[in-house]
């Protein structure tokens, strides 16, 4: 089930032949496999927004030409003209909401986490402390490294002077 989850091309010889033996024993999932990545390729590959709306809408002709097992496919482009402006403002300057989506996400696994906790301000102490704690666990500053290093030369140096 990985292979699923990969594109065709980063897919070894093995991967590739279980992936199509998965096709063969439930086909409707070769028509999902082939179109999440052919929105995928319009995602990375449409300079901007016109030819990204071109593109899409080619590729809803090809997909209602699919028949019916395609019609949950259609959902999809459903959603796209019910938003159409805001999915199509990603190709102006290529910025998502990745950032805030991932906060969010992190607010829910924390307010699971905490659970029984009574008061608002110490589910938002705890958001903070974990999303700010973050930041410092996973990287340092340059000009923190080299205060880091020269402490550690410092110490090191007076056992060696």
């Known amino acids: 089930m990985w292979a699923f989850r990969q594109r065709q091309e980063d897919l070894s010889e093995a991967q590739a032949r279980g992936l199509e033996e998965l096709f063969q024993e ?5 028509l999902v496999y082939h179109f999440r990545w052919g929105v ?29 097992e395609a019609e949950a496919l259609l959902a999809f482009f459903r959603t796209y003209d019910e938003h159409r402006d805001g999915i199509l403002a990603y190709f102006d300057e290529r910025k998502t909401s990745g950032v805030v989506e ?27 402390l974990d999303v700010n704690r973050a930041c410092h666990v996973a990287c340092h500053t340059i000009q ?4 880091l290093t020269n402490m550690i030369r410092h110490k090191f ?3 060696y002077t």
């Open 26 to 30: 439930i086909p409707e999932l070769e």
């Open 102 to 128: 991932g906060i969010n996400n992190k607010a829910r696994v924390i307010t699971k986490r905490c659970y029984g906790i009574k008061s608002v301000q110490t589910l938002w102490n705890r958001l903070c």
């Open 40 to 68: 995928t390729a319009i995602f990375d590959e449409a300079q901007d927004r016109e030819e990204a709306a071109s593109r899409l809408e080619d590729y809803r002709e090809f997909v209602s030409d699919q028949g019916e």
């Open 144 to 147: 923190r490294i080299k205060e």
């Open 157 to 159: 140096l007076g056992f």
